[in-house]
């Protein structure tokens, strides 16, 4: 029976120590997931303090806070997910402790039988008589042995009732750590539902403003459509002379052994490539998606739009050779460099300290982002191509700046 008894506490306490293992291991991830997406929120909201110093209502104020609107509803589903986890191992730790006590129960009344035992038969004068009655010095050997042995059994259970009494302590402080935790966690999503519903009030108290300025959306939309074809021309442009000159008649852009190389290096880096600029958001994606406010209408971006601080440094994303700087009237400066059959194009820059023939290393300082006057935002056009193939920057960005 005892042997069973300890089989099975065996199997539990490995049962669910395992589940508390792991939920805790997936709470953990949890938290740090929401912590990035708490910066996230803090950043937006650096930059809605920044656009907010201007009277006028901006497109770009409303796409930010369109942005931390949904970064908020990714917190608070995050939020009601470690609940749950934090329920789960609650869960897990009251069933732990109730086995815990059942044992310690069990161990308590094998104790009770043993001393019951003991006082009926094994007094010190019975455990002599025992041991004389022996029918030789083997027998005699054998029965000191096991008197010692039943000794040992029964302080051998007084210590394990002492040490599952300390797990059960264990267990309560956890469960008050726990609950602590769930505590803390609810108040954040109240914290959070009241921000969201107040983000969501100013979200269409924007929208109302810019419908209402209607005209010069689409005015600002047809100059923004213009600069993005003068960019992809200068581009092509580009693009068709550096064919040409890597070697006459050829289709694409022939690559030196050097270049072969710095191309299979940047390849090789999707997904793992530094943002343009130490802390941004992306505010406008890659391709043909709806006008943000304006109905029935749609926007194409070659690239994305990266919205930061006033007077960042934009800097390169690979190592690679500035190939050309020029001024678009409107975008400011833009700066290419080629990585290999790879493009990358800063646009809308306002100071740049690098020209045409320079090699450039991965994360270097190329110029200083210009801001928009009228909305105080600055917003870096960032493009990666290869060759004419225009390509989605965030398929090649790291995930978080």
Do not use: C
């Not at 300082?365 to 935002?377: C, F, H, S």
């Amino acid at each position: 029976m005892n042997r069973i008894i300890r089989y099975l506490t065996f199997f539990l306490t490995f049962y669910f120590v395992g589940f508390e293992t792991v939920t805790a291991q997936n709470r953990l991830q949890l938290e740090a997931e929401r912590t990035k997406t708490q910066k996230e929120i803090e950043y937006a909201e650096r930059l809605l303090k920044t656009t907010s110093e201007k009277k006028q209502q901006s497109l770009e104020e409303y796409v930010i806070t369109t942005k931390k609107i949904d970064l908020r509803n990714k917190n608070i589903q995050q939020l009601n997910i470690e609940k749950k986890f934090i329920e789960d191992e609650i869960k897990l730790e009251n069933q732990s402790k109730d086995e815990l006590e059942n044992y310690r129960e069990q161990l308590k009344n094998e104790y009770i039988k043993i001393l019951q035992q003991s006082y009926k038969n094994y007094k010190t004068e019975y455990q002599l008589m025992f041991i004389f009655a022996s029918s030789d010095l083997n027998q005699a050997y054998r029965r000191v042995k096991f008197l010692n042995q039943y000794s040992k059994y029964r302080k051998d259970q007084i210590k394990a009732i002492e040490q599952v009494t300390v797990d059960i302590e264990n267990k309560i402080n956890d469960l008050k750590e726990l609950e602590n935790s769930k505590n803390v966690l609810l108040a954040s999503l109240k914290t959070e539902n009241a921000k969201l519903s107040s983000e969501r009030n100013l979200q269409e108290k924007t929208m109302k403003e810019l419908t209402a300025q209607e005209k010069q959306l689409k005015s600002d939309l047809e100059k923004k459509q213009k600069l993005a074809n003068d960019l992809n021309r200068k581009i092509q442009q580009l693009i068709a002379e550096e064919i040409e000159k890597s070697k006459k008649g050829a289709k694409t852009y022939q690559l030196t052994p050097e270049e072969k190389l710095l191309n299979d290096q940047f390849y090789a880096n999707v997904r793992k490539l530094p943002w343009p600029l130490e802390r941004g958001m992306i505010t406008e994606s890659f391709g043909e998606h709806n006008h943000p406010v304006l109905k029935g209408i749609k926007v194409r971006n070659d690239g994305v739009d990266i919205s930061t601080n006033p007077g960042e440094k934009v800097r390169a994303v690979f190592n690679g050779v500035v190939k050309n700087v020029f001024y678009i009237p409107g975008m400011n400066n833009v700066v290419i460099i080629r990585h290999g059959s790879y493009l990358s194009v800063y646009g809308n820059l306002q100071e740049v300290t690098v020209k045409p023939g320079d090699n450039v290393k991965i994360k270097q300082n190329i110029g200083t982002l210009a801001t928009d006057k009228e909305t105080n935002v600055s917003v870096l056009k960032f493009q990666i191509w290869k060759e004419n193939e225009k390509q989605d920057p965030e398929r090649w960005l790291t995930s978080r700046i």
